[in-house]
């Protein structure tokens, strides 16, 4: 028993000799002895508080901890200034799960003592316990000065992750991490354990080659460890190497079946995989829901809804991006403009964090619940209580999205709408919100859900109030054309760059300007610009850029005669915006929402000459416009006035048409003798 012996110079000076053979007694492991001899002390001395406090000990020891907090609280009533009855008074109440009552003995103890790193370790730990992040890196740190090695920085390490993970406002945090563990990972108890926390703060940093780097060599050791096949998966999904991070999302389910979130992220990225065929995206989105979702299924539900067909109906959304983010864009006019004598509105937030527009969303709902940190069946329960007749889900397989309370069927009406581009496979989801030229007729064979046509659109767009006015044409200046995406650069695949380098090639003179925050990683942006020149676009007429503030970002539209949209994964806000800013966008319609966004948005504004059926047309459409600079300059010129005449801004028309649409799921629902 080294930390008894250890904690002897803790104890009040005088070592009485009863003392010291009990205490050897106790270092032995006789238990049952040294109690003999501790009672016997208090027999003689009540106020012994060193015996009281080994007593307490002795309990501890066994397991007997409440026992152990009465015991040893006792003896530092009797004398509070010893360092040694707060540390264990500490330890006893951890193990009866008192962290709060743990940090207050353990901070007694360092205050009593503040070289003795045990009780500084522990009061670390009891504070990581409690969620007080910032405190424990401040006591992580003491320790290090105390002990200076790499054991220590490790505790630092996670500690310092442990914050930026809880405060977003803590990110800093994921760099000094990383700086530590550079230092001390290949010397940890585990390395793989500490390089994998090194190669996930190198991720929150958005360095995703070097973290992608760290993680594949973890995996030549360990290769069934599902972490790092996960976010490796991460990396090569925001590196935009799609058809890797597939592969990778489906290893981890293989090796964690218990974690549908990869099969999920699988979904996600075939929207932005080329060699994916909808047919098959359909029946992987199926499988999804009969892995992951049909065991939530509820077998005969009854509703409490009144079914009164025309009276005020209760709508529910479901989010977790009622904040600065695109859905919100487009959802937040058509929130503002529900008629409220008609629609009763609730929204769950399903998002730790809060910003300027969660506040403007609040003001605009009449019922509000961040339902974040609620389980599946409490958020059913909260939706069941609140009476919600049509609930409608605005993420599908995204981040933090609801579907399996969506499972279990906690309205009577359940709607796919706005955040997602493919069917959610729920058997409980009974309808997804299209138009007709995001979805033209034959589209509902990929769909389990009744796939409903709004009249013109299946969104709006309320420009934010940082968006610059309309420029003039940059070739006019520049002398040549110059085209531009701002997409994501998972949607940058090889096939859109050989046929982007057939538009360069038609174009004379033409440059392309591309801009991601993937780019900001320097060895892929090596790699993508090494992709560009294999596919005909040579340095010479490439310009790469990295992030851009949401705010500052549109204003690269000044520099782009014409916006290239990207397939199978067409550009969505990014396409908003280029219109919205006189940039024609040149898009190739597919056969599924994700390929068509663009094209409804040219329809709604009067231009399918801008879209294109097959490659030959793209290149053709692009250089057409590219040789008539007056006819570019006045369509650029008229674009906004054009979006301001259509359906794309018209919320309180959007707002009746989807009220109407609410109501008529509803007749349904109430024809169908459903309970």
Not at 164 to 176: F, L, M, R, V, W
Not at 276 to 299: D, I, L, M, N, S
């Amino acid at each position: 028993m080294r930390l008894l012996r250890s904690l002897q110079a803790w104890f009040r000076g005088g070592g009485a000799a009863e003392l010291e053979a009990a205490i050897r007694l106790h270092e032995r492991g006789d238990l049952a002895g040294a109690e003999l001899r501790y009672q016997a002390m208090l027999r003689s001395d009540a106020r012994n508080a060193d015996a009281m406090h080994l007593l307490g000990l002795i309990a501890h020891q066994r397991g007997e901890h409440a026992a152990a907090v009465a015991q040893i609280g006792a003896a530092i009533t009797l004398s509070p200034d010893q360092a040694s009855y707060h540390y264990n008074l500490g330890n006893a109440l951890v193990a009866l799960d008192r962290p709060q009552e743990a940090v207050e003995s353990f901070r007694a103890a360092t205050r009593l003592d503040p070289a003795r790193s045990a009780a500084r370790s522990n009061l670390a730990h009891a504070l990581t316990q409690t969620g007080r992040h910032q405190e424990a890196v401040a006591e992580f740190r003491q320790l290090l000065k105390l002990q200076a090695s790499n054991a220590q920085r490790n505790a630092l390490a996670s500690a310092l992750v442990r914050l930026a993970d809880s405060d977003p406002g803590a990110a800093h945090s994921y760099h000094e991490a990383a700086e530590l563990l550079q230092q001390t990972w290949q010397d940890a108890d585990d390395p793989a354990e500490a390089r994998l926390a090194l190669a996930y703060c190198l991720q929150q940093r958005k360095r995703w080659t070097e973290a992608a780097g760290h993680y594949e060599a973890v995996l030549l050791l360990q290769p069934r460890n599902p972490t790092a096949h996960n976010n490796l998966a991460n990396c090569y999904n925001q590196l935009g190497r799609v058809a890797d991070a597939i592969l990778h999302y489906r290893e981890t389910y293989r090796l964690a079946p218990d974690f549908p979130e990869a099969l999920a992220s699988v979904l996600a990225c075939m929207n932005y995989d080329p060699a994916c065929p909808p047919e098959q995206a359909a029946a992987e989105h199926r499988h999804w829901a009969e892995q992951a979702a049909a065991a939530y299924y509820p077998g005969r539900v009854r509703f409490a809804n009144d079914r009164e067909p025309e009276r005020r109906l209760r709508i529910g959304y479901v989010s977790p991006d009622f904040r600065r983010h695109p859905v919100s864009a487009i959802f937040a006019p058509i929130l503002a403009a529900h008629e409220r004598s008609r629609v009763e509105v609730s929204c769950y937030y399903n998002y730790a964090g809060e910003d300027a527009v969660t506040v403007q969303l609040k003001s605009l709902a009449e019922h509000w619940q961040t339902v974040v940190g609620m389980s599946d069946a409490q958020l059913c329960e909260q939706i069941r209580r609140d009476r919600i007749d049509i609930l409608v889900d605005l993420a599908g397989h995204t981040t933090h999205n609801r579907l399996l309370a969506f499972a279990r069927k906690p309205a009577p009406v359940q709607v796919s709408w706005l955040g997602y581009f493919n069917t959610t496979g729920l058997a409980t989801m009974d309808y997804f919100l299209s138009d007709p030229w995001s979805s033209p007729a034959g589209q509902e064979r990929y769909y389990v859900e009744r796939l409903l046509r709004l009249r013109h659109t299946r969104f709006c767009y309320q420009p934010p109030e940082y968006m610059p006015e309309v420029g003039p044409l940059p070739a006019e200046t520049s002398g040549h054309i110059t085209f531009g995406c701002l997409n994501n650069l998972s949607k940058l695949n090889e096939q859109v760059l050989a046929l982007w380098g057939e538009v360069v090639r038609a174009v004379p003179d033409s440059r392309l300007l591309v801009q991601a925050a993937a780019l900001d990683d320097l060895p892929n942006r090596a790699r993508f610009g090494a992709l560009c020149a294999k596919h005909g676009i040579g340095p010479a007429r490439l310009e790469l850029r990295g992030f851009s503030p949401i705010e500052q970002s549109p204003a690269s539209y000044a520099e782009i005669d014409i916006a290239l949209d990207p397939f199978p994964f067409c550009g969505g806000m990014t396409s908003l915006e280029a219109l919205w800013l006189g940039v024609p966008v040149i898009t190739l319609a597919g056969v599924t929402i994700a390929s068509r966004q663009s094209a409804s948005m040219l329809m709604n504004l009067g231009l399918p000459e801008l879209i294109a059926n097959d490659a030959a047309q793209y290149v053709d459409v692009a250089a057409r416009f590219a040789r008539d600079l007056p006819g570019l300059s006045a369509l650029r010129a008229g674009l906004r006035s054009r979006y301001c005449a259509s359906p794309l801004v018209d919320y309180a028309g959007f707002a009746r048409e989807l009220e109407a649409a609410y109501r008529n799921m509803w007749l349904r629902w109430t024809a169908s003798g459903q309970v």
